[in-house]
């Protein structure tokens, strides 16, 4: 492991001090950051070097990747909202169905080809009259929510 430069950073949380040493990590834009990143990358590729299963386990994560994948329904009204990612796509969309119809409410590629925007999370409201949605993008882990009616969901986000 590369060590961060431990800070002496602190907050104080319900009266207790709580000391957070990396906070610095968080600033994804700094040089600092970066630099650290790319050396946690070589690190990694040199071990990776000497993975004698790394075959194995590429095949194993790829024959998983091969399955359509949805996720539970949530029935809100006379809506039914799921996700559904197709086998070997990178990432799901949101979908809604009613009257018998699927409609795709968030597609991330739509919202971004080269594929550094992710859908976080999705909640309908219980009558389904509305959704909200967390998509983080650029590559952050930085979400962005948007609440709205399903039928204005996709032009919302463009």
């Known amino acids: ?5 431990r800070q002496t950073t602190q907050d104080l949380l319900h009266g207790r001090t709580v000391d957070d040493p990396y906070r610095w990590l968080e600033e994804s834009d700094s040089s600092a950051v970066g630099q650290w990143l790319a050396a ?3 690190l990694f590729v ?8 790394l075959s194995d386990l590429r095949d194993n994560i790829m024959q998983a990747l091969d399955r359509e994948m949805w996720s539970p329904p949530k029935v809100r009204g006379a809506r039914l909202f799921v996700s559904h990612r197709a ?18 409410l968030v597609d991330v590629l739509a919202l971004d080809a080269e594929g ?3 859908l976080d999370r999705w909640e309908p409201s219980p ?7 967390q998509i983080s993008q650029r590559g952050t882990e930085r979400s962005s929510l948007v609440v709205s009616a399903p039928q204005s969901l996709v032009t919302r986000w463009c």
């Open 1 to 5: 492991m590369i060590p961060g430069f």
């Open 40 to 42: 946690q990358h070589r």
């Open 87 to 104: 086998a070997r796509a990178d990432y799901p969309r949101l979908l809604i169905l009613e009257r018998g119809q699927a409609r795709v």
């Open 46 to 53: 040199d071990h990776r070097a000497n993975w004698r299963l």
């Open 127 to 133: 009558a389904g009259r509305l959704v909200a949605v």
């Open 116 to 118: 550094t925007t992710t």
